[in-house]
């Protein structure tokens, strides 16, 4: 019993000194004083305030860009619109005067002749006022981003790949092909 006694003895007093160690070791560790407490607290509610602000104006942004995407729709309509009336407007003349040339009821062949003429002039100044260039003739280079040759011949009086007839003429705006021509090539 007395080396029970002994080794209880020894626990406890291992028991002690750890329990002094623990309690010298709290004395000198620093417990946060109230004022860093107080600063963490107002640091947190500044980057709090700088989120808010940062999430209001991402959210401003966003509005901004919705509006802006809504609003180019619209004017990109209303452009087309607007172009597609403007070249209208060019071209109503023309269709009054063919609907004038057809109310003839006593023309001769030669007034009909004159009168489809002047008719086709005036198709070609309104395609001159909407910057349409005819494409495709006779003597001109093959070029196959504006023709389409639907033949070919050889004819030693024309070069090479040269356009010797033109079925149907080829129409561009600008650098744009509208219609390609349909022509034959010799050579």
Known sequence: MADNEEVIEKVTDEQETENIAESENSKTEKKPTVKVKK???DEIEKLKGEFEAYKNQHLRVLAEYDNFRKRT????????SNAVADAVKLLLPVADNIDRALAQENATEEDMRKGVEMIQTQFLSSFEQLGIQSVGVIGEAFNPELHDAVSHIDDEALGENVISQVFQKGYAISEKVIRHAVVQVAN
């Open 39 to 41: 600063a963490k607290k």
């Open 73 to 80: 729709v619209g004017e990109k309509a209303a452009i087309y």
